[in-house]
């Protein structure tokens, strides 16, 4: 099953890393897989445009069916595989329901940590504004609240108990933030929930070697 999937990929990538967990959790390890790189552009290369031309990673192929999005690829995979490996989908209706509001609610939170993080890297420098700076910075501020606010009241995973699809898909938000220097003390609730899966199989098998070079380690150490 495996051998016919391809993934390209590019380290430190949360698209990417997602579709990694979702593989080592359905259990389909060793499928063809190649890590491009970002500082070079090669996800701009004809390779990737043939499977996705938009020109992104992850691009990914599963058989005869491409899914370049992260999020179209794990819903996928659950689908098709959902008798191997860990179910990720619950029977329970409530853990359901918590689980697609936070797996959709987690755009919100990529964007406003994109617009942080990637602030100098997307805005050429001219056009570069320090209250622009500080209003991205409270925006994210305050989403992160929302998510301690969530966090505190489930026992380890986002819906709950369970380790579920939306955890596939938001932990490695999660991990980028506290690489970019969020700080523990000041979000205990998101520092517990990252502490509590980092060292998950699934995760810790498909953990990013490095990240994206260009990205400043502290640039969320005072968010």
Known sequence: MAKD?????GNGSPPCWRVMIMLEE?????????LLSFEKKEEKSQEVLDMN?????????????????????????ENQYKSQG?????DSPDVQAVMYQRMFEAFTLGQKMTDVIYYNFLVPEGERHDSAVQRNREALRAELKLWEG????????????EFTLADVLVFPDVAYLFYCGLSTERYPA???????LKDRPSIKASWPPYWFSVIDKEVLKTV
């Open 53 to 77: 031309p938009r020109g992104q990673l992850p691009s990914f192929k599963c058989g005869k069916h491409i899914l370049n999005e992260s999020y179209a690829a794990c819903f996928f995979l």
């Open 190 to 196: 998101l520092a517990k929930y990252y502490n509590s």
């Open 150 to 161: 969530y966090l505190n009241k489930t026992d380890c995973c986002l819906a709950g108990k």
């Open 86 to 90: 860990t179910k990720l989908i619950p």
């Open 5 to 9: 999937m391809t993934l390209l990929w």
């Open 26 to 34: 359905k259990q389909l390890q060793g499928y063809n897989q190649k």
